[in-house]
């Protein structure tokens, strides 16, 4: 393998950091952006155990890609032998792929690269078929708010924040007394930090008229020096830790008599956020749940839902040689019908179905 850096700027802006703990053992990356870590550490070693440490990396073909997804989707290569789907196989080459772009961008003493070209560029990797996106929904939602309160006093708001405003729990969970405007019209905004948003920028969000009620009554309530909305219980000074907080929404899950979602915790209110407006136009959705780009919104988040199909199917108007036309679907009568004199109609007196009404 090529030698190991130590900081790089990504193609999307963000800064991946490879490294070895102890010389010679495992290789983690971790992935920041603006500040802010969004990829926890994470082991590559099973990449480079398969293929080979002292293998020459520029003799990665798609054999080999394929023989590692295969190996790895049936738990032969995981740690723990665990299978485990597409998209984390997807993740261990894109690591082992940022690591090979960067070895064609480094020069030696000489001025020749240590990669002439990046092997992986152009192999197709594993993608889901099928892929686990859940989403919540608001009778689910309603019921969990009514224990939220007896779980954690936190929980409430946090969870209100995520329905209401689609935006990410580690954003949510970093907000402070200063990012509240609650006397701006209609009901207050609040302001989320490019700090801790993927995006990297800031921007105001309205409140509805529910969670605003939430908000003042959750701040009347917080100590004079506190600044956080949610603090941590043993540092006030800073805001809780979200891993801390989804055990108290798995409890609050568990007390409501509900099953959390398979394959999501807190991004499904993201998702319902998202597929609730989708007849709005993209752009100002996007903005307001913290997107950058619509087409992320638009592929991963907004989904079909039955009310839709059915106005998409039934209630969709008629093109005409003068344009399209709102009709009133006709009723033909079912079964057999008879003539005055009770003699059966014939194949021509029957009236013709008109397709598509």
């Known amino acids: 393998m090529p030698k190991l850096w130590r900081e790089s700027l990504g193609e999307r802006g963000c800064r991946v950091m490879l490294f070895e703990r102890t010389p010679g053992g495992p290789i983690y990356r971790e992935v920041w952006v603006g500040g802010v870590r969004v990829a926890a550490q994470k082991s590559i070693g099973q990449v480079m155990s398969f293929l080979g440490r002292d293998r020459a990396v520029a003799t990665i073909g798609p054999s080999d890609v394929q023989r590692y997804a295969q190996a790895r989707m049936s738990g032969q290569c995981s740690p723990k032998g665990k299978p485990v789907r597409a998209r984390a196989v997807a993740a261990d080459l894109v690591a082992l792929s940022i690591m090979l772009n960067w070895a064609t961008r480094e020069r030696r003493s000489d001025g020749t690269p240590l990669l002439t070209h990046n092997p992986l560029r152009g192999i197709r990797l594993p993608a889901e078929k099928n ?140 998702r319902k956020f998202a597929t609730e407006r ?38 969709a108007p008629k093109l005409y040689s003068d344009g399209l036309r709102e009709i009133t679907p006709t009723v033909t009568p079912s079964g057999r019908s008879h003539t005055r004199k009770g003699r059966r109609k014939s194949r021509l007196e029957k009236p013709v179905p008109v397709f598509g009404t």
């Open 278 to 315: 989708k007849h709005l136009p993209l752009r100002d959705v996007a903005v307001a749940g913290g997107w950058k780009e619509p087409r992320t919104l638009l592929e991963c988040y907004q989904q079909s839902d039955a009310a839709t199909l059915q106005g998409v199917v039934l209630r």
């Open 131 to 270: 892929p686990r996106r859940p989403i919540e929904t608001y009778d689910r939602y309603l019921k969990l708010m009514r224990v939220a309160g007896e779980v954690d006093w936190r929980l409430a708001l946090a969870v209100a924040l995520a329905e209401s405003t689609g935006q990410r729990i580690s954003a949510i969970l970093h907000l402070g007394r200063e990012d509240l405007a609650l006397d701006r019209l209609p009901y207050g905004w609040v302001q989320f930090r490019g700090e801790h948003q993927k995006n990297g920028c800031d921007h105001w969000v309205p409140l509805t008229k529910n969670t605003a009620r939430l908000v003042r009554r959750h701040v009347r309530s917080l100590p004079a020096e506190v600044a956080f909305l949610f603090p941590a219980d043993t540092q006030p000074t800073h805001p809780v830790d979200r891993w801390f907080m989804s055990r108290r929404l798995r409890a609050a899950y568990q007390r409501a008599g509900l099953k959390p979602l398979n394959g999501g915790l807190w991004h499904p209110y993201r």
